[in-house]
Nanobody, 114 residues
Framework: QVQFVESGGGLVQPGGSLRLSCAVSGRSIRIYARGWYRQAPGKQREWVATITTAGLTNYAGSVKGRFTISRDNAKNTVYLQMNSLRPEDTAVYYC????????WGQGTQVTVSS
């Protein structure tokens, strides 16, 4: 069984930065594209970014130019560097494969507020 463990969230002021990490336990999922998703209060979960096994990336329009997804296959870990954070980025952030093939983890809370 695959389990995702997200970390790195917190409270940050607008314009600030955070780096999220997502570790995987259970088995290796190196052959999968990996993705970050988020769910804001009262809204449905939405896709944020994807990185393929070859390192190709794609981003939602709302985060493009501000967020960077990366992966370390040796560590089976994916990261999300978030810069120039805005209040509308406030959400619980989750990771999964690019097609959300596995059960969701607990996520990590990101709050952007002054």
């Amino acid at each position: 069984q695959v389990q995702f463990v997200e970390s790195g969230g917190g409270l940050v002021q607008p314009g600030g930065s955070l780096r999220l990490s997502c570790a995987v336990s259970g088995r290796s999922i190196r052959i999968y594209a990996r993705g970050w998703y988020r769910q804001a209060p009262g809204k449905q979960r939405e896709w944020v970014a994807t990185i393929t096994t070859a390192g190709l990336t794609n981003y939602a329009g709302s985060v493009k130019g501000r967020f960077t997804i990366s992966r370390d296959n040796a560590k089976n870990t994916v990261y999300l560097q978030m810069n120039s954070l805005r209040p509308e980025d406030t959400a619980v952030y989750y990771c999964n494969t690019g097609a959300s093939d596995f059960p969701w983890g607990q996520g990590t809370q990101v709050t952007v507020s002054s």
